[in-house]
């Protein structure tokens, strides 16, 4: 089974969590590390190590960042080359739907990288724009009934 660490700038990973928690319930496997605005990048950083300790007993972990280039992001790829022995991929754009699939498949999966390139898809497929279908109009029966 894999672990999930999700991260990013607020209160991103608390929130999302809280999602997923009433639609899915608990995730053990699931570790939180919020960027607050008081926070440096060092506490940042240590913050990310402390949650990746806290997954070491799975067989990797999939961390899920808000945003490509920012500050969780960059710190939780940091994190990921500074561990060689721990398997861990890191991607940015998470949504909730991508949290909800990811977390109800870390137990399909036996490494991260398999599990973040079929997630990848399901992040992007779940953003869609509202569109009116207007129904054709259905021709009268010429009987009049």
């Known amino acids: 089974m894999l672990g999930l660490l999700v991260t990013g700038h607020g209160h991103f990973a608390t929130g999302l969590n809280s999602s997923l928690e009433l639609i899915a319930g608990a995730q053990p496997n699931v570790a939180l590390v919020d960027f607050e605005a008081d926070h440096s990048i060092e ?22 960042s808000d945003l490509p280039g920012g500050s969780p992001f960059k710190t939780a790829v940091e994190c990921k080359f500074e561990r060689p022995d721990q398997a861990i991929e890191v991607i940015a754009g ?3 739907p991508l949290l909800i699939a990811s977390s109800t498949m870390t137990a399909v999966f036996d490494n991260p990288l398999d599990l973040a390139e079929a997630m990848m898809p399901e992040g992007k497929d779940s953003i869609i724009r509202f569109e009116l279908a207007v129904r054709a109009e259905e021709p009268e029966d010429e009987d009049g009934i």
Do not use: I
């Not at 070491?56 to 999939?62: I, P, Q, T």
């Open 43 to 64: 506490v940042l950083k240590d913050n990310l190590n402390k949650a990746l300790d806290s997954l070491k007993e799975y067989d990797g972990v999939l961390v899920l």
């Open 94 to 96: 998470t949504n909730l």
